[in-house]
């Protein structure tokens, strides 16, 4: 019998590129989601959640449902997709199909960031309203993991980025502005601090370390990154040097934006213990980006 994998929050980046390497493994996948789904419904209802483990009986879940916004705006939304939506899971197989591997999506923005590589073993900060609902997330993973022996691991995503993204993400705002540019346009690129660092990864290699990780049982939890980081300035000048533009003729620099950290890195050095690294570095993923439009 085939092995089948679930989905909560198929339609992003991650979702995409890990339906594909699930199919390539001859797995069966199942998508849920609020919308354009095989499967539509919210991860934080229990009764819903429930009816779809306890009929599909998966070998896999995978929950990487979340609204990707640190502000305090999307506080509720954030613990219903994320922190509810892990109870709902987890409470769910351990009822009705406790052999199943599950997995959660972590993220680089729950820990204590102060400049130097981040690893599983860097404290916790509930420093957003997103990182406390990724932190409940974890800690509810390892309740279970513990106290319940379901099988939970959590992979800790750094940025990680494809053409898929949106153009609310800086490095796909930057892409399409200098797409556009190219084709004529005039515009004018605002952004604020330019010389934040940060991980340019891609999401196929992301959904490759997440594969590795829940398919041994010695590591549960693992930071998820490359380790090496680029400017936000690094990649505009990449960008626009591919057509052969001059980035200080169409980039305005404000005040108004503030970032979250001046460097975010990562020490993979764990994920890379079970035989991952990735493939695709800055400039690959700048041209696989500029490519597609």
Known sequence: ?????????????DGFYLTKLLEQNQISVIGISRTNADLKGSVGNL?????????????????????????????????????????????????HCP??????????MQFKNVGTPINEKTPFDASSAYSVSRIQSVYAGRYFREKFGLKVYVGYFFNHDS????????????????????????????????????????AGDVVEA??????QEIVFEAVIGSGITFSIKDWIIYCFKKINRNWEEFVFQTDFYIPEYQILVSDPALIKSLGWSPKINFYHLADIMMENF
Do not use: C
């Open 1 to 13: 019998m085939q092995n089948k994998a679930l989905i909560f929050g198929i339609n992003g980046q």
């Open 47 to 95: 009764d819903f959640v429930e009816s779809i483990i306890k009929n599909h009986q998966p070998d896999y879940i995978f929950h990487l449902a979340a609204n990707s916004t640190t502000h305090h705006s999307a506080l509720f939304a954030n613990h219903e997709a994320i922190s509810t939506g892990t109870l709902n899971i987890l409470e769910s197989v351990k009822q």
């Open 99 to 108: 052999e199943a591997v599950v997995f959660l999506s972590g993220s680089a």
């Open 163 to 202: 053409s898929l993204r949106t153009e609310k993400h800086v490095n796909q705002k930057i892409v399409r502005a200098v797409q556009r540019i190219e084709k004529g346009s005039s515009e004018i690129l605002e952004l604020g601090n330019i010389d934040v660092q940060k991980e340019f990864n891609f």
């Open 210 to 215: 997440i594969w590795k990780l829940v398919n």
